[in-house]
């Protein structure tokens, strides 16, 4: 009897587990299946905010708040001239990004993401932050490719990056077209460890592709 019972509480937890699973894998599918549809910064914060509420629900997985994260960092970028508005916007992905590298501090996907939100932040001065978080962003690329030489977004931000200097100091970024090229080749030999981990960069390597010819 004793025996019977314990299987039967061990099946509950079980199910319950997959259960959960299943409600949190409909709810981030749903939630991705909104970005290609979000045009402005009110349909990128209300896309945000509903990654926000699974990461309430869901406090052990860092895919909530990368998604959280990535949305803020798009509205900064979309943020025309209120500086102080792309800041704030920056400040609370970073709160989002500092949960994840707590949650996942071996995941490269995690640098990724931040090399993207310290360019944001560059962005807003380039002037001013140039020295400071251009070095930062070099140091989370660092960090994500020692974590997974293979990632095709650590390789796209270290070539964003790279083409940016050598632009600032004069020089064409045309030298970069074959390492653009060759990125986009090998672009889709990266498999993702799961459906709902990220996939986003190819568009931007193509279109960095294109206008080299």
């Not at 290609?36 to 052990?60: H, M, P, V, W, Y």
């Not at 501090?105 to 932040?121: D, G, H, I, T």
Request: net charge neutral; proline share 3%; hydrophobic share 40%.
């Amino acid at each position: 009897m004793k025996k019977f019972i314990l299987s039967i509480a061990i099946l509950s937890v079980t199910l319950a587990g997959m259960s959960q699973s299943k409600e949190f894998t409909t709810a981030m599918s749903e939630g991705l299946a909104q970005f290609g549809k979000c045009k402005s910064i009110e349909d990128f914060q209300s896309l945000g905010n509903r990654f926000s509420l699974i990461a309430d629900a869901e406090k052990t997985e860092w895919l909530p708040f990368y998604y959280h994260a990535h949305c803020y960092i798009i509205m900064s970028f979309m943020e025309s001239a209120d500086v102080a508005k792309k800041d704030s916007y920056l400040d609370i992905a970073e709160k989002s990004i500092s949960k994840m590298i707590e949650l996942a501090p071996k995941e490269a996907e995690v640098y990724v993401l931040q090399s993207l939100m310290y360019s944001a932040r560059l962005v807003v001065n380039p002037m001013e932050r140039g020295q400071e978080y251009g070095g930062l962003i070099m140091q989370s690329i660092g960090i994500a490719q020692g974590l997974d030489s293979t990632n095709p977004r650590a390789k796209f931000m270290k070539l964003k990056s790279d083409m940016g200097t050598a632009e600032f100091f004069g020089k064409s970024s045309k030298d970069f077209c074959p390492l653009a090229s060759e990125i986009l080749a090998g672009w889709d030999n990266y498999k993702v460890k799961s459906p709902l981990c990220p996939s986003w960069g190819k568009n931007q390597v193509a279109a960095i592709v294109a206008g080299c010819k």
